[in-house]
């Protein structure tokens, strides 16, 4: 099923980013009473009932020079290209404004579904305040208190009535791969490199959300599908130029793909928009495969690719299952050997590993390197079992999960790719209690 993606818009100032925090569970977007100051994070999961789904906090899209109401609108426009249901926040205090007026006829154009949202309505007082939003023509206004919950429930109800309830129509057998990177990193070269040998055959078909053109083909028997990270292809160059909308047209990709290959300019070196890109892919949970393009055009020496390795796995520690390749998509040099790289991560992503043989990897870990007291006590393993794939997912039922320390459950993990491999996925280990 179809996770879906909501995206929260409206004027500066009502609410956006309280809203998001509350509906993703975690203060993750920066809050303060000033127009513009959301500088965080401005995508992630949530969850309501029975439907996982993803939001988009468009007061995070930063779009530079340009006055509030040209940025509103882009960010109503960016919204509604990425989204499949649309919360409009608007102040029940204030009233209608001219800015909400100008949203709600952008939203009314876009046909997309919308959920009106009335916030700071926590005083019985101001409730008949929201009959005044009647007049934008979006729908009924919902009584909203971002800052105290309430209202937040019935907005979650519309939004997941709203969602798609479609399945994904793509082949099983299909690898799904996309290329995310900063701007001019090289990504549509480096997909261009990919589809370049005659023996590929090539396809364009529509994308299965919004209007995204991904690229099926077929290498040496394997099916495979390049999904547009979108660069990309918007209109202006106004949205190329904001670091925020490169990393929300990433996540868009991630959530699509089997397979994540993270770009690097080798000529350039890695920067802090890298390492927040990269941050994103591996909380995904995806496979993983850490690329430095343009390597044609670094000055190099016999120690060179040694240094560039140990850069990586310094900046991306989290990244320490990922294999590394060093390619150029203008020369075509090694790109070819991404496709076992990627196939590695994606076979290694759904492995799995008999009860028998992990509860005797655990047992020899254990007298190998013994728990330490940690939070008042030792932790006892008594057995585990995998649970999932994409990613390998393991339980530990032990005496008790808070002994376990950080620096023991990365043991953990490195005695599992010792055992099995796991090269190109992440791990995950949970711990409960055995009753």
């Not at 028997?221 to 990393?247: L, P």
């Not at 203008?330 to 799995?352: C, G, M, P, W």
């Not at 585990?384 to 993990?413: C, I, M, W």
């Amino acid at each position: 099923m179809m996770k879906g993606v909501v995206a929260i818009v409206g004027r500066a100032n009502v609410g956006k980013s309280t809203l998001f925090n509350r509906i993703v569970g975690e203060r993750i977007s920066i809050v303060e009473d000033t127009p513009g100051v959301t500088r965080d994070r401005i995508y992630a999961r949530a969850s309501w009932l029975t439907r996982d789904f993803s939001v988009i906090d468009t007061g995070g899209i930063e779009l530079a020079n340009h006055d509030f109401v040209k940025e509103i609108r882009m960010q109503a426009e960016i919204a509604i290209e990425e989204a499949d249901v649309i919360v409009f926040v608007t102040n029940g205090r204030e009233g209608v404004t001219a800015e909400d007026q100008m949203v709600a006829r952008i939203l009314q154009k876009s046909k997309k579904p919308v959920v009106l949202a009335c916030n700071k309505i926590d005083d019985v007082a101001f409730r008949d305040n929201i009959y005044d939003f009647y007049s934008l023509g979006i729908g009924d206004p919902i009584p909203v208190s971002s800052s105290h919950g309430i209202g937040v429930g019935d907005v979650l109800d519309q939004v997941v009535r709203l969602l798609p309830d479609k399945e994904d129509d793509l082949p099983e057998d299909e690898i799904k791969f996309s290329l995310i990177g900063r701007p001019n990193v090289g990504k549509s070269s480096l997909t261009n490199a990919l589809l370049g040998e005659e023996r590929v055959i090539v396809s364009d078909i529509e994308g299965t959300t919004r209007d995204a053109i991904d690229t099926a083909f077929t290498k040496d028997g394997q099916k495979y599908r390049v999904i547009d990270t979108a660069g990309m292809r918007k209109r202006g160059k106004i949205y190329e130029n904001v670091e925020k909308y490169s990393v929300l047209r990433a996540m868009s990709a991630i959530e699509k793909s089997d397979v994540i290959l993270i770009l690097v300019d080798g000529e350039r070196g890695i920067i802090e928009q890298d390492k927040h890109i990269a941050g994103y892919a591996h909380e995904s949970g995806k496979g993983v495969v850490l690329v430095v393009n343009k390597w044609d055009l670094v000055n190099k020496d016999e120690k060179t690719m040694a240094k560039m390795q140990k850069k990586l796995r310094e900046d991306f520690k989290y990244l320490d299952y990922a294999r590394i390749a060093f390619v150029s998509a203008k020369t075509s040099a090694r790109v070819q050997t991404l496709f076992d790289l990627i196939h590695e991560a994606y076979d290694n992503q759904r492995k799995r590993v008999a009860t028998s043989v992990l509860n005797d990897v655990l047992v020899d870990a254990q007298a190998m390197n013994p728990t330490s007291n940690f939070e008042g006590g030792r932790l006892k393993i008594y057995y585990g079992n995998q649970v999932a794939v994409t990613p390998p997912t393991f339980v530990l039922f032990v005496n008790d999960p808070k002994f376990l320390h950080f620096s023991y459950k990365r043991y953990l993990e490195n005695k599992f790719r010792d055992a099995f491999g796991f090269e190109g996925t992440p791990i995950h280990i949970i711990c409960r209690k055995r009753d």
